[in-house]
C-alpha cells in the first residue's frame, strides 16, 4: 500500500475529524501518502482528490463537523457516476479507500468492494447508532451527551412552571437515542419508532404522576416516531397538560467530540489503515465488547441493529 485515500459520507457526525486525524498519522507512520477525498463520494467523482500532510492533522482532534466535508451524492449510485470515480481513483493511484459514513455510505464502499474490487474499509460513523456489527458507531456518545445536556436543562425551567416538554431527538429509524436518554435523563414516556405506543395510556400517566404532586413531565420522542407538535397538541387537548416542544435537531449533529468518541475515532482509523496493510479488505471497524472487530460490510448491511430491550425495560421501570 503506498496511497490510501479517505472520505467522509452523509450525515455527518462529531468523530469524524478524529478519524481523519487517525488516519492521516497512521498512514504518515507507515510511510503511505494519505489522500483526503471531499465532500464523500462527490469528490471522487469531481477528482477533488488531495495528498494530506501531518500538518493537516493538527488541531482536528477536537473539532466538530468534517474538514472534508460531506455530501449526500445521488450520482455515485448510477453506473455512470462510478465509472467516473474509479478513473479517478486510478488516476491517483489510490490502492485502498476508507470511508466514514452511515449505511448509506457504507453501502457505496461496498459497491467499490464488490462490483469493482476496490481494496475498502468502512467506519461507523452516526448519530443514530443504527449501524449493525458495532455497539457504538463514531459520534453516538457526543450526541447522547448534547442530549442530555439540554434535557437537563429543560428540565430546570419545566420545574419552575409545572410544565410538561416534550423533547424531540433525532433517529428516522432508529429509537436509540431516545430511549437512552429517557433513562439518563429521568423522563416520564420515550417514544420510538420500533415499540407501538397509546397516547391515552402515556397521557393518564403523567396525569397520575402530576396528581402525586410531581412538579414536571419530560416525554422524550424520536423524530422517527411522529411529529412532536401533533403529540404536544394531543397533551394539551386531552391531558390539559401546560406543554412546550423542544426539537433539538442538527445540535445533536454538531459539536466537539466526547473523550469517549475521541478515542473511538483514533481507535477506528488506526485499525483502518491497518486493516488495508495487513490486506483485510471489504470490512468495517466494529467495536465489539471493547475490541475493534472487523465485520464483513455485506454482513452488517444485512442486518438490522436489534433494539436493546433491557433498555426499554429500564426506562418503564425508571418512570414510575
Ligand atoms: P448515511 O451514510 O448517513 O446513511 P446516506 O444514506 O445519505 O447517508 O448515504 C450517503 C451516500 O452514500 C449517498 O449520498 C451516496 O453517495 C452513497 N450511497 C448510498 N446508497 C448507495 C448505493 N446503493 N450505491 C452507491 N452509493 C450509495
Ligand atoms: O442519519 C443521521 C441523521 O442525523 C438522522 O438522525 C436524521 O434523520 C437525518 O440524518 C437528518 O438528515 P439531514 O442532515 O439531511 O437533514
Not at 472534508?68 to 479507500?97: M, P, V
Amino acid at each position: 500500500m503506498k496511497n490510501i485515500g479517505i472520505l467522509t459520507s452523509g450525515g455527518d457526525c462529531p468523530g469524524m475529524n478524529a478519524v481523519v486525524r487517525s488516519f492521516v498519522r497512521t498512514c504518515l507512520y507507515n510511510g503511505i501518502t494519505p489522500f483526503g477525498i471531499e465532500a464523500g463520494y462527490r469528490g471522487l467523482i469531481d477528482g477533488h482528490i488531495r495528498p494530506l500532510e501531518s500538518k493537516d492533522a493538527s488541531n482536528l482532534l477536537q473539532r466538530g463537523g468534517t474538514v472534508l466535508r460531506s455530501a449526500r451524492c445521488l450520482e455515485f449510485k448510477t453506473k455512470e457516476g462510478q465509472r467516473i470515480a474509479l478513473d479517478n481513483i486510478s488516476k491517483n493511484n489510490l490502492d485502498g479507500i476508507v470511508v466514514v459514513g452511515g449505511d448509506g455510505s457504507l453501502t457505496g464502499a461496498k459497491v467499490l468492494f464488490e462490483d469493482y474490487n476496490i481494496p475498502v474499509i468502512g467506519i461507523p460513523g452516526s448519530i443514530d447508532n443504527d449501524i449493525y456489527g458495532t455497539d457504538l458507531a463514531v459520534g453516538v456518545d457526543t450526541a447522547l451527551n448534547t442530549i442530555v445536556r439540554s434535557v437537563d436543562m429543560l428540565n430546570d425551567t419545566a420545574s419552575s412552571h409545572d410544565r410538561t416538554f416534550i423533547v424531540e431527538v433525532m433517529g428516522r429509524h432508529c429509537g436509540y437515542l431516545a430511549i437512552t436518554t429517557a433513562v439518563t435523563c429521568g423522563a416520564e414516556a420515550v417514544l420510538i419508532p420500533e415499540v407501538p405506543f397509546n397516547l391515552d395510556d402515556i397521557i393518564k400517566k403523567i396525569k397520575k404522576r402530576y396528581d402525586e404532586g410531581r412538579s414536571r413531565s419530560v416525554v422524550i420522542v424520536a423524530e422517527g416516531a411522529g411529529s412532536a407538535y401533533d403529540f404536544g397538541k394531543a397533551f394539551e387537548l386531552i391531558g390539559g397538560f401546560d406543554t412546550r416542544i423542544t426539537v433539538l435537531g442538527h445540535l445533536q449533529r454538531g459539536g466537539s467530540p466526547t473523550h469517549y468518541d475521541r478515542l473511538l475515532a483514533t481507535r477506528m482509523g488506526l485499525s483502518a489503515v491497518e486493516l488495508l496493510m495487513e490486506g483485510t479488505h471489504g470490512v468495517m471497524t466494529g467495536w465489539q465488547s471493547g475490541k475493534i472487530v472487523p465485520v464483513p460490510i455485506s454482513e452488517v448491511l444485512s442486518n438490522t441493529k436489534p433494539l436493546d430491550k433491557s433498555l426499554l425495560r429500564m426506562a418503564e421501570i425508571m418512570s414510575r
